[in-house]
């Protein structure tokens, strides 16, 4: 007769088993619900970040290009060769012994705009900010996560759920 297998020899890993499949169950459920909750926030979070970031840039932008013109201005009230070179460059005389080469016009002295050519921000949102703005705008979709939550702990609690010990009935 073969021997009769021990049944409380495969107690434990089938115990170790269900409760690393409960807590799975319950972490993954409270994933789905912060999903919901926190998409809006999230997303929010992300776009007032964006322009904070763009508004930063636009006022540095703005901040050199004062100080730029603030130089000239200096330069134009106490310089005279300043306004001497100047003058000359808006009529386009040239002395004598002076050569003129022909540049492009990207090349050549812009004293009014004083652009300075800040490089540009990069101001795309984060890939996953998709699934974020879907989540956060859907509520059909909200909800079914919320309903795979609940499902996921329901599950958890009614098969998965091992109880550490057996009540003593002696005590009750």
Do not use: C
């Not at 705008?137 to 939550?149: E, F, Q, T, Y």
């Amino acid at each position: 007769m073969p021997p009769v297998a021990n049944p409380a020899s495969h107690e434990p890993r089938q115990s170790w088993l269900a409760s690393l499949l409960f807590w799975l169950f319950l972490f993954t459920a409270a994933a789905l619900y912060a999903t919901v909750t926190l998409s809006p926030k999230l997303l929010a979070y992300m776009v007032l970040d964006r322009e904070y970031r763009l508004n930063q840039w636009k006022l540095v932008s703005q901040e050199r290009q004062v100080a730029h013109l603030q130089r000239v201005i200096e330069a134009q009230t106490n310089d005279p060769a300043f306004v001497r070179e100047q003058a000359r460059a808006d009529i386009g005389v040239a002395d004598s012994d002076e050569q003129r080469i022909a540049v492009d016009p990207h090349l050549r002295l812009n004293i009014e705009t004083g652009t300075t050519g800040l490089p540009t921000a990069h101001t795309d949102l984060p890939r996953y900010a998709v699934l974020l703005e879907f989540v956060a705008r859907s509520h059909r979709v909200g909800n079914a996560l919320l309903g795979a939550a609940a499902i996921l702990v329901l599950y958890a609690f009614a098969r998965l759920y091992v109880r550490s010990g057996v009540p003593d009935e002696s005590k009750l």
